[in-house]
């Protein structure tokens, strides 16, 4: 028993080095850069990952803070995007890539009418 506790605590110290060099990485990438910014986030520093990883804010606040900062307004990206074309439109579009698809399947001579 009192071996198996020494091997749980060498893999708790492994596993507790795993993740330190993980949040150092992490925070690595999340350095400020020379305009004081932090270059994965593009906002400036610190940023709420950078702030996260330290503990200084909760998720929640992390969240609450990107509500706040994002607005993000539906009705313009709506009229920013090409009309979703319909169903019977999509379905009466020609499947040439399949029919193509099928014949090479089949191993069918491709069609002349069809070739494009
Ligand atoms: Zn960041």
Same mark, same amino acid.
């Given at each position: ?5 020494? *091997? ?11 993740? %330190?060099?993980l949040l150092a990485d992490l925070e690595?990438?999340? @350095?400020?850069?020379?305009? %004081? ?11 709420? =990952? =950078? ?8 998720? @929640? *606040? ?7 900062? @994002? ?6 990206? @709506?009229?920013?995007? &090409? &009309?979703?074309?319909? +169903?019977?439109? +999509?379905?009466?579009?020609? =499947?040439? %890539? ?8 089949? %191993?069918? &001579? &491709? ?5 494009s």
């Amino acid at each position: 028993m009192i071996s198996e506790l020494g *091997q749980e605590r060498a893999d708790a110290l492994r596993r507790v080095a795993e993740l %330190g060099g993980l949040l150092a990485d992490l925070e690595a990438l999340h @350095e400020p850069d020379g305009d %004081g910014e932090c270059p994965a986030c593009a906002a400036p520093a610190p940023c709420l =990952t =950078t702030l996260l990883l330290r503990g200084d804010i909760s998720s @929640e *606040q992390a969240f609450g803070a990107l509500r706040d900062a @994002e607005v993000i307004d539906l009705a313009r990206a @709506e009229r920013d995007c &090409p &009309p979703v074309p319909s +169903l019977s439109e +999509l379905l009466a579009q020609p =499947t040439r %890539g399949m029919d193509r698809f099928f014949d090479a399947l089949l %191993g069918l &001579p &491709p069609r002349a009418d069809r070739a494009s």
